[in-house]
């Protein structure tokens, strides 16, 4: 016996494919919106995690700039010290110059060149005397620029002949200008040849000449 199903199956069967595909379709879309949610999620997560690094590498760095200036500040504060404390080593130091001056000077002017005046400017002491000749002049610039210890840079500025003051002969002497530098202890370069300090004689440097 043959049967016949005179029901509409294919109808049926469209409208379980269409609701099928319609199920299918919202489980895609729940899927989908729920990596999004979790990606956002994870990304938001990660972005705030990363701002309180970054806050802490701000404050960080904030600090380290304090630092960093008190640092500056007291190297400052440091420098200005030490160049107090060699104002003041200097000047105790400069105390002592006349007397190393006066020593060296008598040591260090040969015999035939009388001094008569010398001016100390800073650093540098301007000496005016007379000489037998030029060569005891040329003798005094090359003590005062390679045997002294104390006295550095002669300069010769002026150098002429003038008669002798009370001289019934008519004779000549050398008259001259010249300035030397001075040095400050801590200067002193040669400190084994360095002369001991004293205090010099009174009176003129050298032998006054005749």
């Given amino acids: 016996m043959i049967r016949i199903n005179l029901l509409p ?12 595909f319609v199920a299918l379709m919202a489980l895609g879309g729940i899927l ?18 990363q701002n ?16 960093i200036a008190a640092i500056a500040t007291l190297k400052q504060e440091i420098e200005a010290l030490k160049a107090r ?22 040591k260090q002017t040969p015999t035939g060149v009388y001094l008569k005046a010398f001016k100390q400017d800073g650093q540098r002491v301007t000496l005016n005397g007379v000489a037998q000749s030029q060569e005891r002049v040329a003798e005094l610039l090359r003590n005062l ?17 003038v008669p002798l003051a009370q001289s019934k002969t ?34 003129t440097a050298g032998v006054p000449p005749q």
């Fill in 9 to 20: 199956h294919r109808e049926a069967k469209r409208k379980q494919k269409k609701a099928a």
């Fill in 32 to 49: 989908g919106v729920a990596v999004v949610l979790a990606v956002g999620g994870y990304n938001a997560s990660r972005i705030s995690i």
């Fill in 52 to 67: 309180e690094r970054n806050l802490v590498l701000t404050r960080a760095n904030a600090e380290l700039d304090k630092k």
């Fill in 85 to 106: 404390q060699q104002a003041v080593e200097d000047l105790q130091g400069d105390r002592n110059q006349p007397v190393y001056l006066l020593d060296e000077l008598v």
């Fill in 145 to 161: 620029a390679g045997a002294s210890p104390w006295l550095e840079r002669p300069d010769l500025t002026e150098v002429r002949a």
């Fill in 170 to 203: 008519g004779k000549k002497v050398v008259e001259f200008t010249l300035a030397v530098g001075i040095k400050r202890p801590r200067e002193k370069d040669d400190a084994k040849a360095g002369p001991k300090p004293g205090v010099a004689a009174a009176g």
